[in-house]
């Protein structure tokens, strides 16, 4: 069983892929995750390892394929649940194109199929909103950060 799921994000291309990438800050802009858990924050390479934990169980995943920073792919399993999620980041006029697909694999893809098909379509399209909001103020703060700044530089050199 599979999902798709995609969103515009008025941010640019490294902005998102900040936030997507950065693996431990999961739990601060995604209420589904409890605890996430990667040796490399901003660094991921095919083989990687991290784990994530959610109202099912812990997730232990591993990277799969990396291009950072258009692609990220992982593959994950809990209980006898897998899972595997490709993301896609394509620069816009207005700032970034992002697509999700997650295959859900297993026995117990199998088993739960009624109950997960819509589900993972669902929690897939919320994914993609969460990524948006928090990609999005995360942009707007780093805007007014780099104005303050130039603001300051410009009141210090006409005191000069």
């Known amino acids: 069983m599979s999902?798709?799921?995609g969103v515009e994000?008025?941010?640019?291309?490294?902005?998102?892929?900040?936030?997507?990438?950065?693996?431990?800050?999961?739990?601060?802009?995604?209420?589904?995750?409890?605890?996430?858990?990667?040796?490399e924050a901003?660094?991921?390479?095919?083989g990687t390892k991290f784990r994530f934990s959610t109202e099912i169980g812990t997730l232990k995943c591993r990277v799969t394929s990396v291009d950072a920073p258009r692609s990220l792919s992982w593959k994950g399993r809990v209980l006898i649940l897998g899972e595997r999620q490709t993301w896609r980041l394509e620069p816009t006029e207005t700032g970034t194109?992002?697509?999700v697909e997650a295959e859900m694999t297993g026995l117990?893809?199998?088993?739960?199929?009624r109950r997960l098909d819509e589900r993972l379509q669902r929690v897939m399209g919320a994914l993609v909103e969460l990524l948006r909001l928090e990609s999005e103020?995360?942009?707007?703060?780093?805007?007014e950060d780099a104005a303050r700044a130039a603001a300051a530089e410009g009141r210090a050199k006409a005191r000069e």
Do not use: M
């Not at 117990?108 to 199929?113: D, L």
């Not at 103020?137 to 805007?143: I, K």
């Open 3 to 5: 999902a798709q799921a």
């Open 9 to 39: 994000i008025a941010a640019s291309e490294r902005e998102v892929w900040t936030v997507l990438a950065d693996i431990a800050s999961w739990p601060t802009w995604n209420p589904a995750v409890r605890h996430a858990v990667c040796a």
């Open 42 to 46: 901003l660094e991921l390479e095919v």
């Open 97 to 99: 194109r992002v697509e």
């Open 108 to 113: 117990g893809a199998r088993i739960f199929r």
């Open 137 to 143: 103020v995360r942009s707007a703060e780093e805007r």
